[in-house]
């Protein structure tokens, strides 16, 4: 199980720019959009939806694995192998 407190994202600076690291694929995306949206366009994820996702598992809630598959093929919110 994962942590749900474990960030899925790193806000970094590539040559002076804004970018975003996913941490689950470790894809860097300096886009400005990827970066104010938090998202991932290699896993497909919007970061703030798995990290509020991992909360509500955490409190007992359940979800279905293929439906957070990541690039990795890992669940973002169990990091379950898919």
């Not at 996913?22 to 300096?30: I, P």
């Not at 366009?41 to 909360?55: K, M, N, Q, W, Y």
Request: proline share 1%.
């Amino acid at each position: 199980m994962t942590d749900a407190a474990a960030p899925t994202f790193a806000i970094e600076s590539c040559a002076g720019v804004r970018a975003i690291r996913c941490l689950l694929c470790n894809r860097v995306s300096e886009l400005r959009s990827d970066v104010e949206h938090r998202y991932c366009s290699r896993c497909r994820l919007f970061h703030d939806i798995v990290t509020e996702g991992r909360r509500l598992l955490a409190d007992g809630g359940a979800h279905e694995c293929a439906e957070w598959r990541t690039y990795r093929s890992r669940c973002a919110l169990c990091d379950r192998a898919l």
